[in-house]
């Protein structure tokens, strides 16, 4: 009875180090967690953005079939032939009042020859023609594929404009002899 009673406990200790893992409490990756001060992915609607036409009758369009998924915005000065434009694709206001760091992310993908697209904030537009405000300019990772590949931004570092509102602008100029094609997508500004 007593080696009974052994055997059992030998296979109960068995079977339970054998469904036990081997991974420890360090080998799990906890994911990062990012708070928002602005999200757009262009799902539902244009959510306050103005779209501004200074020169060309094109104009930035939503686009519901090839956003990186569903919807995105997108501009070409494509129209039967190449012609000059100038838009702007300009945020609505975003408050960075409460932040000492922020930092702006979104996709871009691209196709055909033409002018590279321009990231832009401003800290002074006060609605109408963009050109009467200040604007800086920001670097960014574009699509470079010609073959409409989502490309990451990269994190842009905008903290030098917390403590006040922004707006994010996307301009975008073709001339009557190429017109490049530009979708922008999940355009967003962490804090964290």
């Known amino acids: 009875m007593k080696i009974k009673f052994l055997k059992t406990i030998f296979l109960l200790a068995l079977s339970t180090s054998a469904l036990t893992s081997c991974v420890g409490d360090d080998d799990y990756v906890i994911p990062t967690v990012y708070d928002y001060a602005f999200t757009d992915g262009f799902e539902t609607n244009w959510a306050g953005?103005?779209?501004y036409s200074v020169t060309g009758t094109q104009v930035w369009q939503l686009d519901t079939q090839y956003?990186?998924?569903g919807n995105c915005a997108k501009m070409s000065g494509y129209a039967g032939t190449s012609n000059a434009n100038e838009d702007w694709l300009i945020s609505p206001e975003i408050d960075l009042s409460e932040l000492t760091t922020a930092y702006l992310s979104f996709q871009t993908a691209s196709k055909f020859t033409g002018n590279v697209?321009?990231?832009k904030i401003s800290s002074d537009?006060?609605?109408g023609d963009p050109n009467s405000a200040t604007w800086t300019d920001l670097s960014a990772t574009l699509d470079s594929s010609n073959n409409y590949t989502w490309t990451n931004s990269g994190n842009i570092d905008v903290s030098s404009f917390t403590g006040g509102n922004?707006?994010?602008a996307f301009k975008y100029t073709s001339t009557s002899s190429a017109s490049m094609t530009w979708?922008?997508?999940n355009v967003k500004i962490?804090?964290?």
Do not use: R
């Open 190 to 192: 962490t804090k964290n």
């Open 49 to 51: 953005w103005t779209k």
């Open 166 to 168: 922004v707006y994010v």
């Open 125 to 127: 537009y006060a609605g």
């Open 183 to 185: 979708e922008v997508d």
């Open 67 to 69: 956003g990186n998924p």
């Open 117 to 119: 697209l321009e990231i």
